[in-house]
């Protein structure tokens, strides 16, 4: 019967595979801690707070934005809380302006983290839903024609429309005539 022939690592072969081994490991090591020092918010080198896991038409607008620290490490970051949450999708305001193809509302600030009322630019698109009071319903810039202004409105976006003062509508709900 043929004997076997075994290889064997002398001990200098065994001592560069191991310190290849370690060296692999430490800069994995050093990969993973620099990612998760970005994690999902971090600061660039401005110093603005940015998202990195969400995309752009859901990230919020910086109109309004109240820095507080986080209680992880301190970094000042946006304010999050119940009120206050990381993406608003609706808000409501009093129609100023009718133009074609937009409306201006003063909204009542229920979509910036400072509270404060703004005024607001509503892009109408061909897909923007329009309901009336009756519940009768528009599609596109046809809505437009049943704005007053005065009008109380819910105006609801296309995307994240926290600290923003101009976006893309989804839907108008006519609150109040």
């Known amino acids: 019967m043929p004997k076997k022939k075994t290889t064997v690592?002398?001990?200098?072969?065994y001592t560069v595979v191991v310190s290849l081994m370690a060296l692999f490991l430490v800069m994995g090591f050093f990969y993973l801690l620099s990612q998760s020092q970005k994690g999902p918010f971090y600061y660039d080198k401005e110093g603005a707070f940015e998202r990195t896991d969400v995309p752009?038409?859901?990230?919020a607008g910086d109109i309004g934005e109240v820095a507080v620290?986080?209680?992880?490490?301190?970094?000042?970051?946006?304010?999050?809380?119940?009120?206050?949450?990381p993406v608003i999708s609706s808000t409501v305001g009093t129609i100023k302006t009718i133009e074609e193809?937009?409306?201006?509302?003063?909204?009542?600030g229920s979509n910036f983290a400072d509270g404060i009322p703004r005024e607001i630019f509503c892009i109408f698109t061909d897909k923007t839903l329009?309901?009336?009071s009756d519940r009768s319903r528009y599609e596109g810039n046809t809505g437009l024609d049943y704005f007053r202004p005065g009008m109380i409105v819910l105006v609801g976006g296309e995307e994240n429309i926290r600290g923003k003062?101009?976006?893309k509508?989804?839907?108008v709900n006519i609150l109040e005539q």
């Open 9 to 13: 690592l002398s001990k200098e072969q």
């Open 56 to 59: 752009k038409e859901l990230l």
């Open 69 to 85: 620290p986080n209680g992880v490490n301190g970094e000042r970051g946006p304010l999050i809380s119940s009120s206050k949450p």
């Open 101 to 108: 193809g937009y409306i201006i509302i003063k909204g009542n």
């Open 130 to 132: 329009t309901f009336t």
């Open 165 to 167: 003062t101009e976006f």
């Open 169 to 171: 509508v989804k839907t």
